[in-house]
């Protein structure tokens, strides 16, 4: 019975490490990297904002934002509502960081540091980024699904260390990180 045991308990550990041998961490930290870049960019978006004097929310860019995902969702063969749900997710961070911002600048006007690019110019560099994070998402598909929640976790945080207003309360990178890995687990 012991030996039974044993044998059992190697098994699972083998089955289990050859699971876990399959995350590539690279294609993760690639999608991350590109969540990051897009999230650092707030800053500015909030900056043209309160230059104009204009809420963080757009509801009609965003509509022209999922309008976008959803044929980017079928461009790349990817699960088309739960990309919208990623994207909706994102959107929302992106309100979080600029009210951030926003709430800066009103209370201490004198540390505001005007910035040279038009909202324009940084929806163009949203965009370009953008067409990199998609075609990144797919490739970290089998990842999302492989790698523990732990790992991804601690990828995810270490990129998004470097960007100011992310909600702790809930918990917004982990919002974030359930729905990439929901566009990973609806994929075909």
Known sequence: M??????????????????????????LKTVFKFVADRAQLM???????????????????????????????????LPVYPLLIFAQVQM?????????????????????????????????????????????????LESLKRCSLSTSSKLFLEAMKPVKGVPQEPDYTQIMLQALIGVAQNAQ
């Open 2 to 27: 012991r030996i039974i045991k044993k044998v059992l308990m190697m098994a699972v550990f083998l089955a289990g490490s050859a699971y876990a041998s399959n995350c590539q961490t690279d294609t």
């Open 43 to 77: 800053k500015f978006v909030a900056a043209d904002k309160y230059e104009q004097k204009k809420p963080a929310y757009a509801a009609a860019q965003e509509i022209k934002v999922l309008n976008r995902v959803e044929q980017i969702a079928k461009d790349q063969g």
């Open 92 to 140: 929302d961070l992106s309100k979080y960081i600029e009210e951030y911002w926003l709430d800066q600048w009103r209370k201490d006007p004198a540390s505001y540091q005007p910035d040279k690019m038009s909202l324009a110019q940084l929806r163009n560099e949203i965009g370009q980024i953008d067409a990199k994070l998609y075609p990144a998402i797919k490739d970290a």
